[in-house]
């Protein structure tokens, strides 16, 4: 990995930090090379700070270091991109992220399905819409929707049709995150479960 430390007259490059697990940017930080050569030998980043003039390990004093998991360098060789397993809130106010966002999950298209599937639920008894209406026929109709697709499911896997599969897939994703929402959950909260399961074992 080359890294031009040069290019800028303090020798240092600006360390953007983010969440392995997540995706969200977490921190910036700035690195020279002795700071990018502890962070990788110890396995937990290491800044060098320009107000202290001198390395700086996140979480030193705290405890909530940040665990690394890799690093990659830009296609101009002076930014880098670390991606990492935090121990505990990154910034030093206490929260998630120096931007104080919440460091959860984000499932691209899925999120935004979320959000509009939350929508029709909170105007339930004014949208026309069939998210809406399978909202008012409660909790029992949208679970039987998801049983019925989750059969669909099961009959295309056993045939040759990729298409008839994927967008039988698709129509059961799609009702087990209304069920999710009818329930009051989230694919947060099924990811949190999994990832707990994951580091049990």
């Not at 390990?57 to 998991?69: D, H």
């Not at 339930?124 to 069939?130: F, I, L, M, P, Q």
């Not at 697709?149 to 056993?158: F, L, P, R, S, Y």
């Not at 994703?173 to 209304?178: A, D, G, T």
Request: glycine share 4%; with cysteine.
């Amino acid at each position: 990995m080359e890294i031009d430390f040069k290019k800028y007259n303090d020798g240092l490059v600006p360390a953007i930090i983010q969440d392995t697990l997540t995706s969200k940017v977490l921190m910036l930080g700035y690195m020279n090379e002795e700071a990018f050569l502890k962070t990788n030998q110890s396995k937990q980043v290491t800044f060098f700070s320009r107000s202290k003039r001198r390395l700086w390990t996140k979480g030193e004093e705290s405890g909530n270091f940040l665990n690394l998991v890799s690093i990659a360098v830009d296609c101009d060789n002076d930014a880098l991109l670390i991606k990492v397993n935090p121990t505990g809130p990154v910034c030093h106010k206490g929260t998630d992220t120096c931007w104080k966002a919440e460091n959860v999950s984000s499932f691209g298209f899925f999120s935004e399905l979320e959000s509009i599937i939350q929508n029709r639920k909170d105007n339930s008894e004014n949208e026309d819409s069939y998210i809406a209406s399978l909202f008012r026929k409660g909790i029992n109709k949208i679970a039987q929707k998801v049983g019925e697709e989750a059969i669909e499911v099961v009959i295309e896997a056993k045939d040759c049709n990729d298409d008839l599969f994927l967008n039988e897939s698709a129509d059961l994703l799609f009702h087990y995150l209304i069920l999710l929402r009818a329930k009051g959950f989230t694919l947060n909260d099924v990811e949190r479960i999994l990832r707990k399961r994951h580091i049990s074992k």
